[in-house]
């Protein structure tokens, strides 16, 4: 397939110029002449350069790589129509759909960008992060730099004690048992071949306590009502899970509340504080 430049162009132009500011989470502030978003704007969603990005309005530049192209995508909030058309536009055969494709829709992308007082985050049915909020990230951490089966927090789990750390003790053998569960489930449903079924066989040959808790054979365990973890820096947290679930791609949307007046509530306000601050530190 060949680049269509001009079609590129135009339809870049228009989708950046049909955004507004508060469609993905930013102010609009004073100065704004203009409506849509400005290019460094766009670039900066997208995680590239201002200049490489305007090259791409202009016409010029490289064939943009389709992790590029994922990602402006997503940066633009793009639907799997949209970002299927912009892979061809771009000479590219657009990558496949479902619950393999990580497009996070347009509607939970609205969502979570505005919850940015909020940890929240948006996964795969394998437990792969997607996105997080800043106040997700003060919470549990920055996921964005795991690869291969370590995407997953369930393989993670198992094979790296450090993902233990933010949990109470007294309640990793219940989340053993879930997260086996719940592999079972994944895999049964995707078959033989799936990215669930290869998780389950290097989990069978690498983990003791794995392959405990999946001879039991349970399945259908439900998360308890609270989650609680321990923050290195606020301490306990007892925290009520939302889920919100896009069924066409199997992404969840999980948000994290507290009780209003609760020691956790305050500890969350706290940590709205010294998140960023810790994590850039």
């Not at 909030?77 to 497009?103: I, K």
């Not at 109470?168 to 078959?191: C, I, K, M, N, Q």
Request: glycine content about 8%; hydrophobic content about 35%; aromatic content about 6%.
């Amino acid at each position: 397939m060949e680049i269509d430049r001009a079609g590129l162009a135009a339809f870049l132009r228009h989708r950046r110029e049909a955004l507004q500011p508060e469609d993905v989470g930013l102010g609009r502030g004073q100065r704004r002449r203009t409506s849509g978003l400005r290019r460094e704007e766009v670039a900066a969603l997208s995680h590239m350069s201002t200049d490489y990005y305007a090259r791409l309005e202009r016409e010029r530049g490289p064939q943009p790589s389709e992790q590029m192209l994922a990602s402006i995508a997503q940066g633009l909030h793009l639907s799997l129509e949209e970002r299927d058309h912009l892979f061809r536009l771009a000479g590219h055969h657009p990558p496949p759909r479902g619950t393999s494709s990580e497009h996070v829709s347009p509607g939970l992308l609205r969502i979570l960008d505005r919850l940015n007082d909020t940890p929240a985050q948006i996964i795969t049915e394998l437990g792969e992060t997607l996105r997080q909020t800043p106040m997700g990230v003060a919470l549990t951490g920055d996921h964005s730099g795991y690869t291969g089966p370590a995407r997953s927090f369930g393989y993670r789990w198992f094979t790296d004690p450090a993902a233990r750390q933010l949990y109470a003790p007294s309640d990793h053998e219940f989340l053993s048992r879930l997260y086996a569960s719940g592999l079972r489930a994944v895999a049964t449903l995707r078959g033989p071949g799936s990215a669930a079924a290869r998780y389950t066989e290097q989990l069978l040959a690498e983990s003791e306590e794995f392959r405990a808790a999946w001879e039991r054979h349970e399945i259908g365990l439900r998360p308890r009502e609270t989650k609680r973890f321990v923050h290195p820096h606020v301490g306990m947290l007892e925290l009520n899970c939302q889920t919100l679930v896009e069924p066409d791609q199997s992404h969840h949307l999980l948000v994290y509340t507290a009780v209003p007046g609760s020691e956790s509530h305050d500890k969350l306000r706290l940590l709205s504080v010294i998140g960023t601050q810790s994590l850039s530190s």
